[in-house]
């Protein structure tokens, strides 16, 4: 049973870099059939996929963030994390990490971690 | 504005059937790319509940079920329970803008 578990700042000053780090449990961030992925929730509303990063090094971002953002992988603590720049308010939102797998024609979100509030605000 | 447009809200007595709809484009869900459906109880993290269009993963009762025609996909509920109220989320692939997400449907059992 896979695992993953948020952890970072709740509050990021505005034109900061807000960083996230997921751990990993259960299973490795080394999978090649495993997708390690970042998706935000502002209070209520919908679910924005941000990006993922497989196969150690190859990303894939929302073509709506993709100048702000980075995801990297350090396999020796089998986590992942999240950079994103120049935040504004507009960034404040639920950040979860999750896993992806393939199948069906298309990629599934079949492990979350639990979620983390982030606040943008000076 | 989402990609996938579905309903805000919808609501059903305890044991009857309602259904979600999610629509899409030929970029997306008319493209072929499967569709899959979370449920979200507020305050805690999305639960998947159908994959690959039709696909139920271990441990979701078969009072769940998805289906696809063309740019939409359906979530039907059957023998609603008070347990199923919570939002309800479809998401695919879109060629442009790679995963995308529905803007969300309220349920509410009646």
């Known amino acids: 049973q896979v695992q993953l578990q948020e952890s970072g700042p709740g509050l990021v000053k505005p034109s900061q870099t807000l960083s996230l780090t997921c751990t990993v449990s259960?299973?490795?961030?080394?999978?090649?059939?495993?997708?390690w992925s970042w998706i935000r929730q502002p209070a209520g509303r919908g679910l924005e996929w941000i990006g993922r990063?497989?196969?150690?090094?190859?990303?894939r971002y929302n073509p709506s963030l993709k100048s702000r953002v980075t995801i990297s992988v350090d396999t020796s603590k089998n986590q992942f994390s999240l950079n994103l720049n120049s935040v504004t308010a507009a960034d404040t939102a639920v950040y979860y990490c999750?896993?992806?797998?393939?199948?069906?024609?298309?990629?599934?979100?079949?492990?979350w971690g639990r979620g983390t509030l982030v606040t943008v605000s000076s | 504005q989402s990609v996938l447009t579905q309903p805000p809200s919808v609501s059903g007595a305890p044991g009857q059937r309602v259904t979600i709809s999610c629509t899409g484009s030929?970029?997306?869900?008319?493209?072929?790319?499967?569709v899959q459906w979370y449920q979200q109880v507020p305050g805690t993290a999305p639960k998947l509940l159908i994959y690959g269009n039709t696909n139920r993963p271990s441990g979701v009762p078969d009072r769940f079920s998805g289906s696809k025609s063309g740019t939409s996909a359906s979530l039907a509920i059957t023998g609603l329970q008070a347990e199923d109220e919570a939002d309800y989320y479809c998401?695919?692939?879109?060629?442009?803008?790679?995963?995308?997400f529905g803007g969300g449907t309220k349920l509410t059992v009646l």
């Open positions: 259960g299973g490795s961030v080394s999978s090649g059939s495993s997708y």
């Open positions: 999750a896993r992806a797998g393939t199948g069906g024609d298309g990629y599934y979100f079949d492990y």
């Open positions: 998401q695919s692939y879109d060629r442009s803008l790679s995963e995308v």
């Open positions: 990063i497989y196969n150690r090094e190859s990303t």
């Open positions: 030929s970029s997306n869900i008319g493209a072929g790319y499967g």
